[in-house]
């Protein structure tokens, strides 16, 4: 069974500095796709990021990017230049089948000033 | 282009009785998935619709349905609402491409409270 695991539920970071999220995932499947979502406080989900697992160069978007060990089923978020506007739950989700997205429980992240 | 709407945005209902709540998927897209997100959890998979067929489903009930229209839109529909039903209900919405749905792009959410 496919499982998504997000060890960190909180996380604190100052504003300007770096902080990682950690995902690890359980499948059985060679091709799949990795996602990281945010929930800000007003709900509603924004992709972050995406990751084909076919690929091997870290997908990465602006000051988001990602760390993914396909061996490893590992999938952390890099956040670099905490914003303020960063503060909010994030979700590691798993995707394959073509028809089932499988969550992680979430980090909170919290950015301070 | 226009997002992924919900409706209602908050509904209170008491034990037994039955809910529908609606989507309208984001233009062009034509798979429309449900989720469950309680209180402090992640959001978790009630199942998918893609061409107005079921297209995948999680570990819910059958009394938990859907439908999906010819223009995209769908429906969540809960029988015999239970207290465990209170939570956010998620709609996301993807275009099904050649190796598979594409990213999927979620709407604000309705939240229901059963009493």
């Known amino acids: 069974a496919q499982t998504v695991t997000q060890s960190q539920p909180e996380m604190s970071v100052q504003e300007a500095e770096t902080v990682t999220l950690s995902c690890t995932y359980d499948?059985?499947?060679?091709?799949?796709?990795l996602f990281w979502y945010k929930q800000p406080p007003s709900r509603q989900m924004i992709l972050v990021i995406r990751?084909?697992?076919?690929?091997?160069q870290n997908a990465t978007e602006n000051r988001f990017s990602v760390n993914f060990q396909k061996a490893a089923k590992s999938f952390s978020l890099k956040i670099s230049d905490s914003q303020l506007g960063d503060a909010a739950m994030y979700f590691c989700a798993y995707e394959a089948n073509f028809n089932k997205f499988y969550f992680g429980s979430g980090t909170k992240l919290n950015v301070k000033p | 282009e226009t997002g992924v709407t919900q409706s209602p945005t908050h509904l209170i209902k008491t034990r037994g009785q039955q809910v529908t709540l609606r989507c309208s998927s984001q233009?062009?897209?034509?798979?429309v998935s449900w989720y469950q997100q309680a209180l402090g959890q992640g959001p978790q998979f009630i199942f998918q619709?893609?061409?107005?067929?079921?297209?995948g489903r999680g570990n819910f009930p059958p009394r938990f349905s859907g439908l999906q229209f010819p223009n995209y839109s769908s429906e969540l529909n809960v029988n015999a609402l239970e207290l465990d039903d209170s939570a956010l209900y998620l709609c996301?919405?993807?275009?099904?491409?050649?190796?598979?749905?594409?990213?999927?792009?979620f709407g604000p959410g309705t939240r229901l409270l059963v009493l």
């Open positions: 990751q084909e697992a076919y690929k091997q």
């Open positions: 996301a919405s993807s275009l099904q491409g050649r190796r598979g749905p594409e990213t999927q792009y």
């Open positions: 233009s062009g897209h034509n798979t």
């Open positions: 499948t059985s499947e060679s091709d799949y796709y």
């Open positions: 619709y893609y061409r107005e067929e079921e297209n």
